[in-house]
T-cell receptor, first 115, second 109 residues
Framework: GAVVSQHPSRVICKSGTSVKIECRSLDFQATTMFWYRQFPKQSLMLMATSNEGSKATYEQGVEKDKFLINHASLTLSTLTVTSAHPEDSSFYIC???????????FGDGTRLSIL | GQNIDQPTEMTATEGAIVQINCTYQTSGFNGLFWYQQHAGEAPTFLSYNVLDGLEEKGRFSSFLSRSKGYSYLLLKELQMKDSASYLCAVRDSNYQLIWGAGTKLIIKP
């Protein structure tokens, strides 16, 4: 159980492109979804937290107009990196939570490379 | 501020036992998690402790002492595939997950 699907797994695109990443909880309802970014040899950095049907809560320093999050249902959240630039190149991971006492389960991550 | 400390890197021998420590100072406590992360992959859940004591799950065990703000992950009968980073994370009073920087475990034959 607790399977999270994240798509695409890898994106290579030109600077200025917008990239959409999907995160789906396949066998449970994710009341809360978390979006992380991880640079090489560093730990996870939380970007934002979203609850189904409400606006995402962004961490300090994360631009909400650049990283658009939509949590359309209890099984789907999307992160759109708008007008991506090379400094946005990173490993993006979604985490899904089904309750306060439950662990987060992660998608396989999306490696984004902006040329 | 909130802080989680764990060693940056550890080395152990195949077949041996290794203990990875984690100390934390957080605003409240609502559970401690250990995750395993192989290079280039997302973390996978290993264990959850919310009460003091030892939780055993196969070759992996996790211990918690809330009064000391301390946990450890114990890995027995080490295998080469256990080479990975191990992340300690604490859920604070707001149920926000605070992450440690991870311990890179290197297993040698």
């Amino acid at each position: 159980g607790a399977v999270v699907s994240q798509h695409p797994s890898r994106v290579i695109c030109k600077s200025g492109t917008s990239v959409k990443i999907e995160c789906r909880s396949l066998d449970f309802q994710a009341t809360t979804m978390f979006w992380y970014r991880q640079f090489p040899k560093q730990s996870l950095m939380l970007m934002a937290t979203s609850n189904e049907g409400s606006k995402a809560t962004y961490e300090q320093g994360v631009e909400k107009d650049k990283f658009l999050i939509n949590h359309a249902s209890l099984t789907l959240s999307t992160l759109t990196v708008t007008s991506a630039h090379p400094e946005d190149s990173s490993f993006y991971i979604c985490g899904c939570g089904s309750g306060e006492a439950q662990p987060q389960h992660f998608g396989d991550g999306t490696r984004l490379s902006i040329l | 501020g909130q802080n989680i400390d764990q060693p940056t890197e550890m080395t152990a021998t195949e077949g041996a036992i290794v203990q990875i420590n984690c100390t934390y100072q957080t605003s409240g406590f609502n559970g401690l998690f250990w995750y395993q992360q192989h290079a280039g992959e997302a973390p996978t859940f290993l264990s959850y402790n919310v009460l003091d004591g030892l939780e055993e799950k196969g070759r992996f065990s996790s211990f918690l002492s809330r009064s000391k703000g301390y946990s450890y992950l114990l890995l027995k009968e080490l295998q080469m595939k256990d080479s990975a980073s191990y992340l300690c994370a604490v859920r604070d009073s707001n149920y926000q997950l605070i992450w440690g920087a991870g311990t890179k475990l290197i297993i040698k034959p």
